[in-house]
């Protein structure tokens, strides 16, 4: 068994408040082996000495040349118990957006000057970003209370990415790779993980950053990636797609350099137009924001900036969907309607009373007789947005007629229809993209499984429509965009908890 530490080994030591005899007598060992350790004189070899190791550090502490090695530590399981059948009523206000957050925050590794972000919603995906930040040396500061983050990053060494296990949790990771490259000039990463929505691959990132002269190689496991040049090899880059994650990372790679360049087929979502404003903001230069074609001037002398996270359509969507499901009435605030349309366009066609006024979207009691609407499918910005394509489809079961879904994005989100026919939902799969639902159905309480992020909360609100208590496992995806979701449906008056199933 192979190790090696993933940290300096001294400075986790200092950090985690153990003395070199402390930690000996915990792990059985010579205080000598512990010294030898911090001198970098030797490592760990003892199978027993390796897993203690690994208990009190984690990925954060140990990486093993064979993944195989690494120890199994159980970890604690939680769930959603959810009592269906109780109407939502109150008023919640959206917070900042996680698409939008992500990328942002990311930008601020342009600069060494100080980065402040308002509005930042408590999820952890952004706990683990910020994690990769401090992993690499930069100064984090998270006034959760505030909603405020501020982000220094003055000291960086994106070598270090190599040896951040972090990176493999989250395939949003890879926004770092763009400001870093054009700041530095080389990183080396391991491969973002994820999700499980299917094949989302790496390349609109990594073949743009290729067509701007970068030399890009990777394998199953790593990244390695230069940019040895002082100005683009081509100043015009087609992305195969429109990628949203692809035209935030793309466009910061290209702010932080001292050349002018064209980006093509970028995305137009609020969360990226966004980003572009806040590189705006730092100092570089772009015209074409919210249209599929970017010019931008970059420059390395970006400054700091104060930002303000756009609100979360999806939150407000997700919230809209759940306040007609169960006939409630509901004042969901700090919206930006201009992104909802094409989703207003759909909820209207079943039928649900709702309206808009100002910033406050209002979810207006019975909601009877809600009608199948044909087909949906989802498109990019201004679109049927595909991540609250799970979400309506729960609503579909609720709507008299049948209607399909075409998912055009991801071959792997219609998995939760799966778990939806063991709440007794109809459901025809028709291919990977295409299932039709046919309702209006009674929803059954059962036991289901959390897929992705949005399919968790599709499935919480099939729990909320369902006769009986619905337990939802993997809760975990759901924690990674809602902020408090629990508790902000149990303040709007649905019964659901938050249960430990003990360690797994």
């Not at 985690?16 to 010579?30: C, I, T």
């Not at 980006?263 to 919210?290: D, P, R, S």
């Not at 309206?355 to 044909?374: A, H, K, P, Y």
Request: proline residues 4%; contains cysteine; neutral net charge.
């Amino acid at each position: 068994m192979k190790i090696r530490f993933a940290t300096d080994f001294k400075t986790w030591l200092d950090d985690n408040r153990w003395k070199p005899k402390s930690l000996a007598e915990k792990l059985g060992v010579q205080r000598q082996s512990v010294h030898n350790w911090m001198e970098g004189k030797s490592l760990p070899t003892n199978h027993e000495v390796i897993e203690r190791l690994y208990r009190l550090g984690g990925d954060n502490l140990l990486l093993f040349a064979n993944p195989g090695d690494k120890p199994r530590i159980p970890k604690s399981q939680f769930a959603f118990k959810v009592q269906g059948k109780q109407p939502l009523k109150g008023q919640i206000r959206i917070p900042g957006s996680k698409n939008g957050c992500l990328p942002m925050m990311c930008a601020a590794l342009l600069t060494k000057e100080k980065c402040t972000f308002r509005n930042v919603p408590d999820i952890s995906d952004v706990e683990l970003l910020l994690s990769i930040f401090e992993f690499i040396g930069a100064s984090v500061i998270w006034d959760k209370t505030r909603k405020i983050v501020e982000i220094e990053a003055k000291d960086l060494d994106p070598l270090k990415l190599k040896d951040c296990p972090e990176i493999r949790k989250m395939r949003a990771a890879i926004l770092v790779f763009g400001p870093l490259l054009a700041r530095f000039g080389k990183l080396q990463s391991f491969q973002p993980g994820g999700c499980v929505l299917g094949a989302r691959s790496s390349n609109v990132h990594l073949d743009g950053l290729r067509d701007f002269g970068a030399q890009v190689s990777e394998d199953d496991t790593m990244i390695t990636a230069e940019f040895s040049g002082k100005q683009f090899k081509n100043t015009r880059v087609l992305l195969p797609e429109a990628s949203v994650t692809g035209t935030a990372n793309l466009a910061m790679f290209a702010a932080g350099i001292n050349d002018e360049c064209e980006l093509y087929f970028t995305a137009t979502e609020t969360h990226v137009t966004e980003t572009l404003n806040m590189l705006q903001k730092m100092g570089a230069w772009i015209e074409g924001i919210g249209s599929h074609r970017l010019k931008i001037r970059g420059t390395d002398r970006l400054r700091g900036v104060d930002v303000t996270i756009p609100s979360d359509y999806l939150l407000a969507g997700t919230y809209a969907i759940a306040g007609v499901l169960t006939s409630g009435n509901l004042e969901i605030q700090n919206v930006n309607h201009t992104e909802m349309l094409s989703f207003y366009a759909m909820l209207k066609k079943t039928g649900a009373q709702f309206s808009f006024t100002g910033d406050t979207l209002r979810i207006e009691g019975d909601q009877g007789g809600l009608q199948s609407v044909g087909n949906v499918k989802t498109a990019i910005f201004p679109g049927f947005p595909t991540d609250l394509q799970s979400p309506f489809g729960v609503l579909l079961t609720q709507c008299d007629g049948e209607s399909i879904i075409f998912e055009t994005l991801f071959e792997n989100r219609l998995t939760y229809l799966s778990e939806l026919e063991k709440m007794g939902a109809k459901v025809h799969i028709m291919n990977a993209h295409q299932a039709m639902i046919k309702g209006k159905t009674p929803l059954k309480a059962a036991q289901v499984q959390s897929w992705d992020i949005r399919a968790g909360a599709a499935m919480v609100l099939a729990g909320l429509v369902a006769e009986g208590v619905t337990m939802i496992n993997n809760i975990s995806y759901i924690d990674r965009g809602y902020e408090k979701f629990d508790e902000n449906l149990v303040r709007l008056g649905a019964k659901l908890e938050r249960i430990e199933l003990g360690l797994s």
